[in-house]
């Protein structure tokens, strides 16, 4: 068996391996610490393998770990001159889960072990702190208890509170050592009551059994929900790190804290971090006690202080990014427990990577890669409207920014319930927890009463990019009866309030926002990002309000504008009904003739805006039974206006009913169908072109595209249509418009006879949503049945109408490029619809060596940065 345990101090014979896969995040980290000369306590890893091996042999912890593992105890004993189990001088161990990524608060952690009835005495002995020695035993009790024994942690926090009420005190800190004394036998009561069992005196069940649990604990439900959510493969286990344990609760000269090496709201340079003197491990994190600001340690313990500020600026070297650490002080002596890259904002990430490119500690490739894409929808999206009435009922910290506003609810259960109804909602909590994440996900935004800015809200909120106000102690929330009362306002659940985790208000009803400015920043990373990026990146767009947007947003062209958005405007529908409802020829093409301006003028406001760059147009694709009147009053409406019977219409719209409208008359069958109303269509964009020649505007590339075709003949007939109008729009102009003529690859038909059809395309537009439903004979929508439990069995590793399938869907979008390209080597090959903004997609399209991604306004940042990094990975 090859080697499982690792020490972090390279004394003696160990090698100094590293690396995150064996060590998980953690242990690798402390490695690295040591490595450095920082002071950490010494300590070993159980390497993610042996949790490996743990879940294939029955989960025991295998025989090879247990001897080796007593063998570095021995060495941990040696350097502290303290002995595991000793009753003059007993060392306590940690043994803390830590797996390859950060999972913060995800697995379990449990202090102080190697505590008993006996080394209890011994440690309250050694230190003439009884105080000290009977907290940290309970503690132990408690973590040992919850994580261990299973037993829920409300029953000791019960037994705390209550006892706390009786003395009439409010603070832990104020409880004594006779009343740990007694709490601890209070424990011991309820737990011999659930297990049957004593709480175990013997230390080496204690070791074991809580290397057992962390082990466990990769599989429990948080955990794996964690996972999911995250994508992080089930297989990988956790490691187990097994440590020294330093006392931050030993007095005034004693403190535990948490910081970043900088700001990671919003990136700026500055300590930022908060601690707590005379407390221990999760004390600050759990919200319990409102800690105090890092600078204030400037005071408080100055000569730590600057210890930490060489340390922060050390770490920072060495990784190369924004760190998150974690310290304890005992006695004055500063020990590092913790360091990993820290979670930030969006607007963090980017302000971070811009200043390590200027202080040179990273490349602008690095930079590049630093910012997750998906993240930018928090920047991009709308804030709060200055000029907006906004009535106040609370505030806390700004602990996550953005602003989200929805319908409050108490429980992450209820926020998850209304997330399938599509309603949005601002969770609010005393404090979360790790239980709370499926909510917290579900949730639009996160409103806490409890806990600073790193808080398990605020980190995990920053994390996934949603608005948190944190610690707002105005507000009283009443689990029970559904409501919070602030000043004299009340908030039952479902009333609806607005959060700017920007600036920590909490506001009633629901406030507008309007659009963010962007950070020079942010536009710096962009243009690095162009700088490397081969593919282009169009919108899809049919407004010129939307239009204006993207190309703000740097849109190359548009990729795809859906003509029939553009009929469904309240003084066109008649015309686009009467159309349809036209019994001959002639009636249709009257009401096509009405409909030509409106098309005209559409396309010249968008070919304006686009000033030059290429717009692809798609003809009508829905069935016309879409623009039909669906109520009778809409009927009776419509026969009004078109002086027809109600009946006429009815049995026209009986008549054009479709079992399967997806698989029906639509894309180019109306073409085929209805020849005019594709032509009228043309005659739109190229009398628009005229006109804008007329007034001197740049020139658009205007690409037709034909939706739907799954045969050479198809596009054959429909290319023919377009070429024969755009001959008559040039003579009767007497100018020259250079055009191209174009198809979706939509159907799985299309991609294998790609050949043939490229014959008479100048380019191919992946429709991948229409594809995607194809390929896997999947409506999208009525997957969201079945979807879930697809993902849930492993069947899809995502939503494939979220993340291209590669290999399948991409599989016929890789034949369709090499065979198209094959019969025209200048073939342009983009891809239109959600995938197109999606940045595994993005990285898909490069590597299938299309041309351009087309993705919504809003996203058009995103796939700019996705494709720089899809490149730079690409090269990598
Ligand atoms: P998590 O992964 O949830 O952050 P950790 O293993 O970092 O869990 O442990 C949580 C906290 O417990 C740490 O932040 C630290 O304050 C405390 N802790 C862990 N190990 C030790 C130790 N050896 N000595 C003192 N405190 C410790
Ligand atoms: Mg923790
Ligand atoms: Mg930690």
């Known amino acids: 068996m090859e080697k499982l345990i690792f020490r972090f101090n390279n004394q003696g014979s160990q090698s100094s391996f590293n690396s995150k896969n064996v060590l998980g995040g953690k242990g690798a980290n402390l490695v690295q610490m040591a490595k450095l000369g920082l002071p950490v306590p010494p300590g070993f890893t159980i390497s993610t393998k042996a949790c490996e091996y743990f879940y294939k042999g029955s989960k025991r912890i295998p025989k090879k770990i247990v001897t080796e593992s007593k063998k570095e105890i021995k060495i941990i004993e040696k350097i502290t001159k303290k002995k595991f189990g000793d009753y003059q001088n007993p060392l306590l161990v940690s043994v803390r889960s830590g797996a390859r990524v950060s999972m913060p608060g995800m697995m379990d952690t449990i202090l102080n072990l190697g505590l008993n009835d006996k080394t209890v005495i011994a440690l309250k002995n050694k230190t003439s702190n009884g105080r000290f020695a009977k907290d940290s035993y309970r503690r132990f009790i408690q973590m040992y208890s919850t994580v261990v024994l299973g037993i829920k942690s409300y029953f000791f926090e019960e037994l705390i509170e209550n006892y706390k009420l009786t003395k009439g005190v409010i603070?832990?800190?104020?409880?004594?050592?006779?009343?740990?004394?007694?709490?601890?036998?209070?424990?011991?009561?309820?737990?011999?009551?659930?297990?049957?069992?004593?709480?175990?005196?013997?230390?080496?069940?204690?070791?074991?059994?809580?290397?057992?649990?962390?082990?466990?604990?990769?599989?429990?439900?948080?955990?794996?929900?964690?996972?999911?959510?995250?994508?992080?493969?089930?297989?990988?286990?956790?490691?187990?790190?097994?440590?020294?344990?330093?006392?931050?609760?030993?007095?005034?000269?004693?403190?535990?804290?948490?910081?970043?090496?900088?700001?990671?709201?919003?990136?700026?340079?500055?300590?930022?971090?908060?601690?707590?003197?005379?407390?221990?491990?999760?004390?600050?994190?759990?919200?319990?006690?409102?800690?105090?600001?890092?600078?204030?340690?400037?005071?408080?313990?100055?000569?730590?202080?600057?210890?930490?500020?060489?340390?922060?600026?050390?770490?920072?070297?060495?990784?190369?990014?924004?760190?998150?650490?974690?310290?304890?002080?005992?006695?004055?002596?500063?020990?590092?427990?913790?360091?990993?890259?820290?979670?930030?904002?969006?607007?963090?990430?980017?302000?971070?990577?811009?200043?390590?490119?200027?202080?040179?500690?990273?490349?602008?490739?690095?930079?590049?890669?630093?910012?997750?894409?998906?993240?930018?929808?928090?920047?991009?999206?709308?804030?709060?409207?200055?000029?907006?009435?906004?009535?106040?009922?609370?505030?806390?910290?700004?602990?996550?920014?953005?602003?989200?506003?929805?319908?409050?609810?108490?429980?992450?259960?209820?926020?998850?319930?209304?997330?399938?109804?599509?309603?949005?909602?601002?969770?609010?909590?005393?404090?979360?927890?790790?239980?709370?994440?499926?909510?917290?996900?579900?949730?639009?935004?996160?409103?806490?009463?409890?806990?600073?800015?790193?808080?398990?809200?605020?980190?995990?909120?920053?994390?996934?990019?949603?608005?948190?106000?944190?610690?707002?102690?105005?507000?009283?929330?009443?689990?029970?009866?559904?409501?919070?009362?602030?000043?004299?306002?009340?908030?039952?659940?479902?009333?609806?309030?607005?959060?700017?985790?920007?600036?920590?208000?909490?506001?009633?009803?629901?406030?507008?926002?309007?659009?963010?400015?962007?950070?020079?920043?942010?536009?710096?990373?962009?243009?690095?990002?162009?700088?490397?990026?081969?593919?282009?990146?169009?919108?899809?767009?049919?407004?010129?309000?939307?239009?204006?947007?993207?190309?703000?947003?740097?849109?190359?062209?548009?990729?795809?504008?859906?003509?029939?958005?553009?009929?469904?405007?309240?003084?066109?529908?008649?015309?686009?009904?009467?159309?349809?409802?036209?019994?001959?020829?002639?009636?249709?093409?009257?009401?096509?003739?009405?409909?030509?301006?409106?098309?005209?003028?559409?396309?010249?406001?968008?070919?304006?805006?686009?000033?030059?760059?290429?717009?692809?147009?798609?003809?009508?694709?829905?069935?016309?039974?879409?623009?039909?009147?669906?109520?009778?009053?809409?009927?009776?409406?419509?026969?009004?206006?078109?002086?027809?019977?109600?009946?006429?219409?009815?049995?026209?719209i009986i008549e054009l009913h479709e079992q399967n409208p997806m698989l029906g008359h639509r894309g180019c069958r109306l073409g085929i169908s209805f020849p005019e109303i594709y032509q009228m269509q043309c005659e739109a964009i190229f009398e628009a072109l005229a006109e804008c020649k007329k007034k001197k505007i740049k020139l658009v590339m205007p690409e037709i595209m034909i939706p739907l075709v799954s045969t050479a003949a198809e596009i054959q007939i429909l290319r023919n249509l377009v070429d024969k109008t755009a001959e008559e729009i040039q003579k009767k102009h007497s100018i020259k418009i250079k055009y191209h003529v174009g198809t979706m690859i939509e159907l799985p038909r299309a991609a294998i006879r790609a050949k043939d059809i490229a014959k008479y395309a100048d380019f191919f537009s992946f429709g991948t949503n229409d594809l995607t439903q194809t390929t896997f004979g999947i409506s999208r929508d009525d997957s969201g049945k079945f979807l879930n439990d697809y993902v849930e069995n492993k069947i899809f590793n995502k939503d494939p109408f979220v993340s291209i399938d590669e290999r399948g869907v991409g599989e016929l979008i890789k034949i369709a490029a090499e065979r198209g390209r094959l019969e025209k080597k200048s073939l342009k090959l983009g891809i239109c619809g959600e995938h197109g903004g999606d940045p595994a997609s993005i990285e898909f399209c490069e590597k299938a060596k299309l041309n351009y991604v087309s993705c919504s306004p809003y996203r058009v940042p995103i796939a700019r940065l996705s494709a720089a990094q899809a490149y730079l990975k690409k090269k990598k």
Not at 200 to 228: H, T
Request: glycine share 6%.
């Open 171 to 652: 603070q832990d800190t104020e409880l004594e050592e006779d009343d740990w004394d007694g709490l601890i036998e209070n424990f011991k009561e309820v737990i011999k009551e659930k297990t049957k069992k004593k709480f175990p005196q013997d230390i080496n069940e204690q070791l074991w059994g809580a290397i057992k649990a962390v082990f466990l604990s990769w599989n429990s439900k948080r955990a794996k929900i964690y996972r999911k959510i995250n994508h992080i493969p089930d297989h990988w286990g956790t490691a187990v790190n097994v440590q020294a344990m330093v006392f931050g609760n030993m007095g005034n000269d004693c403190a535990t804290g948490v910081a970043f090496t900088r700001n990671p709201s919003t990136g700026k340079k500055e300590l930022f971090g908060e601690y707590l003197i005379n407390a221990q491990g999760e004390d600050v994190v759990a919200g319990t006690r409102t800690p105090k600001n890092l600078l204030s340690m400037n005071k408080s313990m100055p000569k730590i202080f600057q210890q930490l500020k060489k340390i922060f600026k050390q770490l920072e070297n060495k990784y190369k990014d924004m760190q998150d650490i974690e310290f304890t002080i005992e006695n004055n002596k500063l020990w590092m427990l913790q360091t990993r890259s820290g979670k930030r904002t969006a607007k963090a990430a980017i302000k971070i990577a811009v200043d390590m490119v200027k202080e040179k500690l990273i490349s602008n490739k690095e930079a590049i890669l630093r910012v997750n894409p998906n993240t930018l929808d928090t920047l991009l999206h709308p804030a709060l409207d200055e000029k907006a009435e906004k009535k106040i009922i609370a505030s806390g910290l700004p602990a996550s920014p953005g602003a989200a506003s929805g319908k409050v609810t108490f429980s992450a259960d209820e926020a998850e319930r209304l997330k399938e109804q599509m309603q949005d909602t601002i969770l609010v909590r005393i404090e979360t927890s790790p239980e709370d994440i499926n909510g917290m996900h579900a949730a639009k935004g996160i409103l806490t009463a409890r806990g600073g800015m790193t808080s398990h809200a605020a980190v995990v909120a920053r994390g996934m990019g949603k608005p948190c106000v944190s610690g707002s102690s105005e507000i009283k929330i009443d689990y029970e009866n559904k409501l919070f009362k602030s000043d004299d306002h009340e908030i039952k659940e479902g009333d609806v309030i607005t959060i700017d985790g920007g600036s920590g208000k909490v506001m009633l009803g629901k406030v507008p926002t309007v659009k963010p400015d962007i950070s020079e920043d942010f536009s710096k990373i962009m243009s690095w990002a162009d700088q490397y990026r081969k593919l282009k990146v169009r919108t899809n767009s049919e407004t010129p309000a939307d239009t204006k947007i993207a190309r703000d947003f740097g849109a190359e062209g548009i990729g795809l504008c859906r003509t029939e958005h553009m009929f469904f405007d309240e003084k066109r529908i008649i015309s686009v009904r009467q159309m349809i409802l036209s019994k001959t020829l002639d009636d249709r093409k009257e009401a096509l003739a009405k409909l030509l301006p409106y098309q005209r003028n559409d396309f010249i406001e968008i070919f304006k805006i686009m000033n030059g760059l290429p717009v692809t147009v798609r003809l009508l694709d829905p069935p016309l039974h879409e623009f039909l009147p669906k109520t009778d009053k809409d009927i009776d409406d419509v026969a009004k206006e078109l002086n027809m019977s109600h009946n006429d219409i009815k049995s026209r």
